[in-house]
């Protein structure tokens, strides 16, 4: 037996290892993802009333649709996994900034119509058209028929409870994930 070959079997082979850990770092993130979406879905109940300030929001679109739609995924680039709510349309405050303002709190202005151009007082929906074509430049309505509106968020976060409540499980995931 050649003494050389008996010397490189007792070394670690440094590539197998290497690509063992970048799955099983793969494979654990993966697996936290999965679970932070899911505490994070579970937490938003579905009801008509609004939440209170502090706690996670209410879904009030049937189906699978708005605040429950969380997605996670794997960016190879940063070698990380990325969990959080799609971008969704809001009729008065606009495209993707309702799941940021529901987590952080905030307050939005919008300029609105008070009133038709017939003199009646415009309901929400008719304002909240209104405010959609005003923001894209499609209607110009009159200065003495607008108002400019500010909607505040309190605030009901449920992405940063969820990772809190599930960063205790963090280091369970990665259980022998290294074969």
Do not use: C
């Not at 940063?78 to 799941?99: A, C, D, H, Y």
């Amino acid at each position: 037996m050649d003494l050389f070959a008996e010397i490189r079997k007792s070394f670690v082979d440094t590539e197998k290892v290497r690509a063992a850990m970048q799955r099983g770092k793969k494979r654990g993130l993966s697996k936290f993802g999965a679970h932070l979406r899911t505490r994070s879905r579970s937490s938003i109940k579905r009801r008509k009333k609004s939440s209170s300030p502090g706690q996670p929001p209410s879904a009030h679109a049937k189906g699978n649709s708005g605040l429950k739609l969380i997605f996670f995924a794997w960016d190879d680039k940063t070698e990380s996994v990325v969990v959080g709510p799609i971008s969704f349309q809001s009729k008065l405050v606009g495209e993707g900034v309702v799941p940021k303002l529901l987590e952080t709190g905030g307050d939005v202005t919008r300029t609105v119509p008070e009133k038709r151009a017939d003199g009646r007082i415009a309901s929400d929906a008719q304002k909240a058209a209104f405010a959609r074509k005003i923001k894209d430049g499609s209607i110009v309505v009159p200065d003495r028929l607008r108002k400019s509106m500010t909607f505040h968020y309190p605030g009901n976060p449920y992405m940063a409870p969820a990772l809190e409540a599930e960063a205790p499980n963090f280091p369970k995931l990665f259980a022998n994930t290294v074969q």
